[in-house]
């Protein structure tokens, strides 16, 4: 972010002044047990209430980690997290009570059905029997498993896994929605589910997705943010980054389809004005 080509406010958008902050993260490190190098490395970043914020990294850029200590898995060395304005450090247990987590690898009981996770994380979020029920139905007809309910979680493909993971992070009005990587081993249609899913249940939760689909961070992100080697590297709405970073070409190939019926002469089918490799200059790269 020191870079002297770009100025610091092509990293960062300003935070948005009329957003209330779900989850804040304040200076946090994360130097496992006989490690050297920090798995975070002095975060700061904020996630706000009504927002899908994406989070995007490298493999090992410490999303799951930054995401475990805020969902209370393990301390940090330093810094800390808050979540609503409560303190992990001291407010963990109450944090807990509105707080879902979607794990990157699916943590499932192998014999509870599909009804029955749901039904159970329901009423560990101290809802009453009736309204677990109802929430069960609500959330097997979102994730399009009603025809698996009765289905042991052993027994589920990898994405009815996921989708039912994705289910339980959402269960007992979570108001922070942590999901590590929810779409990961999801099928196209199944992954349209989930983003469905997901927009539903945006208004007045704080959503932290991490991803490395670039589709899925641009069409459900308001905000992206963006780390690296444990540090935010940027951040900001999808306009505002691909405006900062989008400078470049797009290039369009366009090859003349061989006509297979004419006897081997080349057919009149063709994208283009003239067949042929057209690129066309997106914006100037101002800062190259
Ligand atoms: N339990 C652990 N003990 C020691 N080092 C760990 C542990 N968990 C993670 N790390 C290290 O911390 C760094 C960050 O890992 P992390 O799992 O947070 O990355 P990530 O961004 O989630 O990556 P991915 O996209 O592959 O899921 C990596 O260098 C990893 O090797
Ligand atoms: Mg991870």
Redesign the pocket.
């Known amino acids: 972010a020191e870079s002297p080509r770009f100025p610091l406010n092509t990293f960062f958008e300003p935070e948005p002044p009329d957003l209330m902050p779900g989850v804040c993260v304040q200076n946090l490190v994360?130097i496992?047990?006989?490690?050297t190098?920090p798995?975070?490395d002095g975060m700061n970043v904020t996630f706000y209430e009504g927002q899908i914020t994406a989070f995007l990294?490298?493999?090992?850029?410490?999303?799951?980690?930054?995401?475990?200590i805020l969902t209370g898995l393990?301390p940090p060395t330093s810094g800390t997290v808050l979540v609503g304005g409560k303190d992990i450090q001291i407010h963990m247990d109450s944090i807990r009570q509105s707080l879902g987590m979607c794990p990157?690898y699916n943590i499932l009981f192998n014999h509870l059905t599909v009804a029955e996770h749901i039904l159970f994380y329901a009423q560990l979020k101290e809802r009453s029997r009736e309204e677990a029920v109802l929430e069960m139905e609500m959330m097997l007809e979102d994730i399009g498993l009603p025809h698996k309910r009765n289905e042991e979680a052993q027994n589920l493909s990898g994405g009815m896994q996921r989708k039912l993971s994705v289910a339980i992070a959402f269960v007992g009005e979570a108001k922070v929605v942590v999901l590590?990587?929810p779409t990961s081993g999801v099928d196209p249609y199944s992954r349209r589910s989930i983003w469905d899913l997901l927009l539903k249940y945006r208004s007045g939760r704080t959503i932290i997705l991490?991803t490395?689909h670039m589709d899925e961070a641009d069409i459900l992100g308001d905000r992206v943010a963006i780390?690296s080697q444990?540090k935010l590297f940027c951040s900001g709405s999808p306009v505002f980054l691909k405006n900062s970073f989008g400078s470049g070409f797009y290039l369009t190939v366009v090859r003349k389809m061989k006509n297979t019926q004419g006897g081997g002469e080349w057919g009149s089918v063709s994208l283009g004005k003239s067949a042929s490799t057209r690129a066309k200059p997106l914006r100037k790269l101002t800062q190259q």
Do not use: L, P, Y
Request: charged residues 20%; hydrophobic residues 30%.
């Open positions: 994360k496992f047990a006989g490690r190098k798995a975070v990294g490298h493999n090992g850029a410490g999303k799951t980690t930054t995401m475990s393990f990157q590590d990587e991490s490395h780390i444990g």
